[in-house]
Each structure stands twice: as structure tokens, then as C-alpha cells.
């Protein structure tokens, strides 16, 4: 369940919408953005922030976005069992609150 | 094994500031022609015992790996170095220390080039090469060269020569450019070469597919098949027997190399029909998905 560097190049989808959640990540370097199904760009990210996981927040198992590398850099990646793991660690107020801002994370897609 | 990944830790840019130090330094220790043992053991100490180091399995594999009398497990240790160093956040005291690493790079270069004789010195200064900014393209086309895995001596002291002079880059093609000429097996033309690249495929890799892994694949195909990089442990053929008749079934295999993992294969797949890339998710295989040609 160790984190892996990952390269990524500008065009390369990190993933796509429907994909299974196996792997969550963490910029380090370069810029991601993120789109829906119509391919309108819903957010950007820069790096030291983690990605990919906020489905996992509410229990779902697919990506509802698209992550698309738009400059050069890479990641570190780790299995979504990781974040399950620590999801299962904490108490149903923290949860309830997770689940909050995941909800108006989704609510933009 | 490791079966967690302390967020808290690694997203507190001191502690990756720190762990970039402690690879610096050991970088530092490695590109030294003759390595000493007893600094190569203390730096190697300091890097396995970071917190952050037990986030990466391949990582911490590759440096307790690592010895004073075994050049492929250095080479193996520099290459996780860069990426590393490429990916940690810095702050001053790293970007210090890169300062005081880069001089001492610089200076053990000429050394390291004049001592080539074998192929491993020349991948070791691949990963020297790496380790500077402004000395990228050197190092893609030596590792290029170095791919051929030289046998004759004329053509390691060409490229010894090469390496010496003014115009490295240039002189460096020309040998390519030979030695793919020379080549019995046939890489494949820059114009399909420009195709992998574009669909984002690393140009040390394209340069390794040859023209008989494309007999009866059309340009089409290449632009547009789904295209995939498998990263799997050689352990996979005998704990998944059926693995390699899958991979035969699907897909046409363009090439492959050893992955920056020890013991890990590196595999480039041009699937056959539309099929996408989860039909290796039953196995052991780490996968990546090139977008299509544009």
C-alpha cells in the first residue's frame, strides 16, 4: 500500500469519469484539472494537494470527474485502501462533516 | 511492506525538505568513481531511517539494496534518487544543499567520463546527467546509447570522446544515429517514433520499439489503439502462468525493458480492439493509459 512516483505529461487523463477508485494521489509538482462529462473544466489544482479520493468521502467507488495533467510534473500515488482505512477510523460527527464538504465538492460537477 | 501512508508527515514540506537532504547527500556519496564504502553506509543509514521513506516501498527497496561493490544496485539507487529529488518539495536548506551537491557533480563528471569501461559507467552517468537541469538531453541520448548495451570498444571511445567535447549533444545524435543504422534488429523511424511521443510515451521508450513489433500495425492503429505501459514483478510468471498468453491474446507487445523497481519489467501494449486497459485489473500489474494521437 506504499505511495509510488508518478511522472504525468501534459494531456495524460489521470482519471477518467467511471473509472473504479484504486488509486488516490498527491501533486507535487506540475497542475491538474479536473472536468465533467460535458468536458467543462470544474477545477484546477496546484501542488501539495491531494486528489482523487473525495468520492470515497460518500461511500462511492467510481470517479465522477476527469483528471487531465495540463503542466508537466508529478504525482505520488497510493491504493484508495489507504483513505478507506482512515475513513473507517473516524467517528460519525467527522464523518457527517467529511461527508458535507464532499457533497458540495460533487454538488459543482 | 509498508500499510500505510502518513499524509500528516509527507504533506509537511520540512520533513520532504529533509528527506531530499539525506538523498542529496547520498547522490552525492554515489557519483564519486570509487564510492566510499563506509560514507555510502552512513548515508544510506540516514536515508532508510527518514519517516518519510517507509511511504515508498520502492524507494526503501532500492537503497537497502544498495552496496558499495554492486554498480547496478548504485545505478539503481540513482535513478529513484532523481525522480525523488525531482519530486520533493524544497525549501532553502534543500536548495542549499542542492548547491553544494551540483559542485561536487560537476567536478567528478570529467573523472567519471575519462574511467568509462563498461556499459554500467555509462549508465551511471545517465543518472549524473539526470541529476543537472541544463544536462537533460545529454543524459536521454546517452541513455539511448546506453540502451544498445555497447559492445565494442571503437564505439564506447567514440562516445567517451563525444562526451568531452563542446557540442556533447550533437556528437552524441551522430553516434546514435550510427549505431541504430548498425542495428540488426531495426528501431523504428523518428516518424513513428514522433507518434508514441505524442500520445505522451517517454522517448527513451519509443526509441526501444523495433519495426518488427509493428509488421501489420497501421499508423491508425498505433494513433489510435489504446496504448498501454504494464509495470510488473517477474514474480507475475509464475505466481499468474497465464499472464503472458493474456497479454498475447490482447494485445501486440511493441516493447519492453526493466522498470526502475528491482526486478520490475516495463511493458509497452497496443491493445487489439477496443477492449480497454482493465483487462489486466485481475493481475499483479501496475497500468498507465496513453492519451490518443492528436
Given at each position: 500500500m506504499s505511495g509510488s512516483i508518478e511522472p504525468i505529461v501534459p494531456g495524460q487523463v489521470i482519471f477518467d469519469i467511471g473509472q473504479k477508485i484504486e488509486k488516490c494521489f498527491i501533486l507535487q509538482k506540475g497542475s491538474v484539472h479536473f472536468f465533467n462529462s460535458k468536458e467543462e473544466k470544474i477545477s484546477g489544482i496546484a501542488p501539495n494537494t491531494m486528489f482523487g479520493f473525495t468520492e470515497l468521502v460518500k461511500g462511492?467507488?467510481?470517479?465522477s470527474t476527469k483528471a487531465v495533467c495540463i503542466t508537466p510534473g508529478t504525482v505520488v500515488s497510493f491504493s484508495s485502501e489507504v483513505i478507506k482505512t482512515k475513513l473507517s477510523a473516524y467517528g460519525e460527527d467527522n464523518k457527517l462533516l467529511l461527508e458535507s464538504l464532499a457533497d458540495q465538492l460533487l454538488n459543482k460537477i | 511492506m509498508s500499510s500505510d501512508f502518513d499524509f500528516g508527515e509527507f504533506l509537511d514540506e520540512s520533513n520532504q525538505s529533509k528527506l531530499m537532504i539525506l538523498c542529496l547527500d547520498l547522490f552525492g556519496v554515489l557519483t564519486?568513481?570509487?564510492?566510499d564504502h563506509t560514507k555510502l553506509e552512513a548515508a544510506k543509514i540516514e536515508v532508510l531511517n527518514n519517516e518519510l521513506t517507509k511511504n515508498f516501498e520502492g524507494f526503501r527497496s532500492a537503497i537497502s539494496h544498495l552496496?558499495?561493490?554492486?554498480k547496478s544496485s548504485q545505478i539503481n539507487s540513482m535513478k529513484h534518487i532523481n525522480l525523488m529529488v525531482d519530486t520533493l518539495v524544497g525549501d532553502s536548506k534543500s536548495t542549499e544543499k542542492y548547491t553544494e551537491i551540483e559542485k561536487v557533480v560537476i567536478e567528478a563528471v570529467d573523472g567519471l567520463i575519462k574511467r568509462i569501461d563498461s556499459n554500467d559507467d555509462l549508465s551511471k552517468l545517465v543518472q549524473v546527467y539526470n541529476f543537472l537541469p541544463y544536462k537533460k538531453e545529454i543524459a536521454i541520448l546517452l541513455g539511448r546509447i546506453t540502451d544498445y548495451e555497447l559492445k565494442e570498444v571503437e564505439t564506447m571511445e567514440n562516445v567517451k570522446a563525444a562526451l568531452l567535447k563542446d557540442d556533447v549533444e550533437v556528437q552524441l545524435a551522430k553516434i546514435l544515429a550510427e549505431i541504430a543504422d548498425r542495428s540488426a534488429s531495426g528501431f523504428i523511424s523518428d516518424n513513428i517514433a514522433d507518434i508514441f511521443q505524442q500520445r505522451g510515451v517517454d522517448f527513451h521508450i519509443a526509441g526501444l520499439v523495433t519495426k518488427e513489433s509493428l509488421e501489420n500495425l497501421s499508423d491508425e492503429q498505433l494513433k489510435n489503439n489504446v496504448l498501454l505501459m504494464l509495470n510488473f514483478c517477474e514474480d507475475i510468471f509464475t505466481s499468474n502462468p497465464e499472464f503472458l498468453d493474456s497479454i498475447q491474446n490482447d494485445a501486440h507487445v511493441l516493447t519492453s525493458t526493466s522498470g526502475i523497481d528491482k526486478d520490475t519489467f516495463d511493458m509497452l501494449l497496443l491493445l487489439k480492439?477496443?477492449?480497454?486497459?482493465?483487462?489486466?485489473?485481475?493481475?499483479p500489474v501496475k497500468v498507465k493509459e496513453y492519451r490518443a494521437f492528436r
Amino acid at each position: 500500500m506504499s505511495g509510488s512516483i508518478e511522472p504525468i505529461v501534459p494531456g495524460q487523463v489521470i482519471f477518467d469519469i467511471g473509472q473504479k477508485i484504486e488509486k488516490c494521489f498527491i501533486l507535487q509538482k506540475g497542475s491538474v484539472h479536473f472536468f465533467n462529462s460535458k468536458e467543462e473544466k470544474i477545477s484546477g489544482i496546484a501542488p501539495n494537494t491531494m486528489f482523487g479520493f473525495t468520492e470515497l468521502v460518500k461511500g462511492k467507488t467510481t470517479h465522477s470527474t476527469k483528471a487531465v495533467c495540463i503542466t508537466p510534473g508529478t504525482v505520488v500515488s497510493f491504493s484508495s485502501e489507504v483513505i478507506k482505512t482512515k475513513l473507517s477510523a473516524y467517528g460519525e460527527d467527522n464523518k457527517l462533516l467529511l461527508e458535507s464538504l464532499a457533497d458540495q465538492l460533487l454538488n459543482k460537477i | 511492506m509498508s500499510s500505510d501512508f502518513d499524509f500528516g508527515e509527507f504533506l509537511d514540506e520540512s520533513n520532504q525538505s529533509k528527506l531530499m537532504i539525506l538523498c542529496l547527500d547520498l547522490f552525492g556519496v554515489l557519483t564519486k568513481f570509487q564510492v566510499d564504502h563506509t560514507k555510502l553506509e552512513a548515508a544510506k543509514i540516514e536515508v532508510l531511517n527518514n519517516e518519510l521513506t517507509k511511504n515508498f516501498e520502492g524507494f526503501r527497496s532500492a537503497i537497502s539494496h544498495l552496496s558499495g561493490g554492486d554498480k547496478s544496485s548504485q545505478i539503481n539507487s540513482m535513478k529513484h534518487i532523481n525522480l525523488m529529488v525531482d519530486t520533493l518539495v524544497g525549501d532553502s536548506k534543500s536548495t542549499e544543499k542542492y548547491t553544494e551537491i551540483e559542485k561536487v557533480v560537476i567536478e567528478a563528471v570529467d573523472g567519471l567520463i575519462k574511467r568509462i569501461d563498461s556499459n554500467d559507467d555509462l549508465s551511471k552517468l545517465v543518472q549524473v546527467y539526470n541529476f543537472l537541469p541544463y544536462k537533460k538531453e545529454i543524459a536521454i541520448l546517452l541513455g539511448r546509447i546506453t540502451d544498445y548495451e555497447l559492445k565494442e570498444v571503437e564505439t564506447m571511445e567514440n562516445v567517451k570522446a563525444a562526451l568531452l567535447k563542446d557540442d556533447v549533444e550533437v556528437q552524441l545524435a551522430k553516434i546514435l544515429a550510427e549505431i541504430a543504422d548498425r542495428s540488426a534488429s531495426g528501431f523504428i523511424s523518428d516518424n513513428i517514433a514522433d507518434i508514441f511521443q505524442q500520445r505522451g510515451v517517454d522517448f527513451h521508450i519509443a526509441g526501444l520499439v523495433t519495426k518488427e513489433s509493428l509488421e501489420n500495425l497501421s499508423d491508425e492503429q498505433l494513433k489510435n489503439n489504446v496504448l498501454l505501459m504494464l509495470n510488473f514483478c517477474e514474480d507475475i510468471f509464475t505466481s499468474n502462468p497465464e499472464f503472458l498468453d493474456s497479454i498475447q491474446n490482447d494485445a501486440h507487445v511493441l516493447t519492453s525493458t526493466s522498470g526502475i523497481d528491482k526486478d520490475t519489467f516495463d511493458m509497452l501494449l497496443l491493445l487489439k480492439n477496443e477492449r480497454r486497459g482493465n483487462i489486466f485489473d485481475k493481475y499483479p500489474v501496475k497500468v498507465k493509459e496513453y492519451r490518443a494521437f492528436r
